[in-house]
């Protein structure tokens, strides 16, 4: 009983100690990787036919404005524009569209149409606010109230690993029947290409391109943006208008879980104790190993179902633990004290 309660409190401290760290000097990294990467292993949603991206490319401001003022009178869903590359151009294109209710446009300061993705400091976008009504994306929406009726402050995005129909600003087909699509305009690149799929390299110094959990280089310090500000916002508008929410377990239960995998692997390591200190490390090394494969299978299986959940100091904490335990068999054997396998003997 003594070790259970000194590896739960051990356990409760660790945690912490984790938690309050900005990055955590032991950080294991096994479950943490597997987290940032769960977007590429489970995500395969089809592409959203609702959702149109245009790439103004070389247009300038006033052929931007005329392009637009043409979308409109074809009666689209709704337009929304991010031109946040060029701060005095969209101080210009804002002007000449004034008087277009249907054309909604990103404010690139903080403050009211501003994009609700949250932006951590290493450029990484995991999270939209959904804590207010008056953001970019909630204008162009179905139904905004969806993302704010759970009460949450903020939303895990649900990145679709297929990309959004897309095409050039200039060769736009104004033919074409747009009543059921919303139009999202920005540029996306100085290049003319018939079809945008995912940055490239050379445009890694966009202002407004971020890092995401499609990236396979998530969370590391040499990943490069991989997905423009007007992308993330039509994941955000398309999860939105799916009703795809991903609900992320809260703090108190997955840290219950921690808890209980911490003792799995207290309880294995008193009930299969053995003589040979060298057979208790390599049993504890067997524990360790398969009780984070299985933490990590749990993270895959309910994230298939829209349950996010972050088991990023369970590795940590086993260790530690686990060492814990090592050092106090070999006091207890020093004082004498039998192991079980010696009881049974």
Known sequence: MKRYVIALAAGLTLVAVYHFQDR???????????????????????????????????????????????????????IGVNYCHDFEGNIQLQK????????????????KNESSRLVDRDN??????????????????????????????????????????????????????????????????????????TMKTAEVNYPNARITTLNKAFGEDYAQPDMHDIMISANIISAVNENKFITEVPDYLRVTIILLFLMLDV????????????????????????????????????????????????????????VFMLVMDVIEKRRNVPAVGENNQ
């Open 124 to 197: 990484q976008v995991r999270y939209y606010r959904t804590d207010r009504q008056d953001f970019f994306e909630s204008y162009l929406v179905d139904d905004w109230t969806r993302a704010t009726r759970k009460s949450h402050q903020q939303e895990v995005i649900p990145y679709s690993s297929s990309v959004f129909f897309s095409g050039l600003l200039k060769d736009i087909d104004l033919t074409a029947d747009f009543s059921s699509i919303t139009l999202l305009v920005a540029n996306l690149g100085d290049f003319d290409a018939p079809l945008i799929t």
């Open 267 to 322: 309880t294995l390591m008193i009930l299969l104790r053995t003589k040979w200190l060298w057979l208790n490390v390599l049993l504890a090394g067997v524990y360790f190993l398969a009780i984070n494969v299985g933490a990590g299978a749990i993270m895959v299986w309910i994230f298939q179902y829209d349950f996010f959940m972050s088991l990023d100091e369970l590795s940590f904490v086993l260790l530690v633990v686990s």
């Open 24 to 78: 955590p000097a032991l950080d294991l990294e096994l479950l943490r990787k597997l987290k940032d990467h769960l977007m590429i292993i489970v995500t395969n949603d089809p592409r959203d036919q609702k959702i149109l991206l245009l790439n103004t490319g070389q247009l300038d401001v006033d052929r931007v404005a005329e392009k637009i003022d043409s979308l409109v009178m074809l009666n689209p869903k709704k």
């Open 96 to 111: 000449r569209l004034a008087n277009n209710s249907k054309v909604v446009f990103c404010n690139c300061a903080p403050g």
